[in-house]
């Protein structure tokens, strides 16, 4: 992702949803941005959060929107196993603020 200097002064805080499935863990996440900060020191009033999106699966039977604990993919309703997994497995950039 990349910014044009102007905005990128007036940027406030990145948020970032992960899910439990895209194997980036949040902590490495940190990590990384951190280590950016060093090196860009233009960045480090920009503020990184984080949040972990759990796993949901959408039953090709019965269409019902099951939330997955326990890696158990299975729907709720009808209890058949479902692979048709519609959360969980992003990491997107779902908000930018930027200060007044
Ligand atoms: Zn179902």
């Known amino acids: 992702m990349e910014f044009d200097k102007e905005k990128l002064d007036c940027l406030n805080a990145i948020h970032v949803r ?4 895209s194997n ?7 990590n990384a941005y951190s280590a950016f900060h ?3 020191p233009s960045y480090s009033c920009v503020d990184l959060h984080i949040e972990s999106l759990g796993i949901k699966i959408e039953c090709e039977h019965c269409g019902h929107i099951t939330d ?11 209890n058949i196993p479902s ?7 992003e ?8 200060k007044d």
Not at 18 to 21: A, E, H, I, P, S
Not at 68 to 78: D, G, P, T
Not at 83 to 89: A, D, F, H, R, V
């Open 18 to 21: 992960v899910g439990v499935l």
């Open 24 to 30: 980036i863990e949040p902590r490495l996440l940190h």
């Open 38 to 40: 060093l090196s860009n």
């Open 68 to 78: 997955v604990e326990n890696y158990r993919f299975l729907c709720e309703k009808c």
């Open 83 to 89: 692979k048709n997994i519609i959360q969980g497995e």
């Open 91 to 98: 990491m997107l950039i779902h908000k930018v603020e930027f």
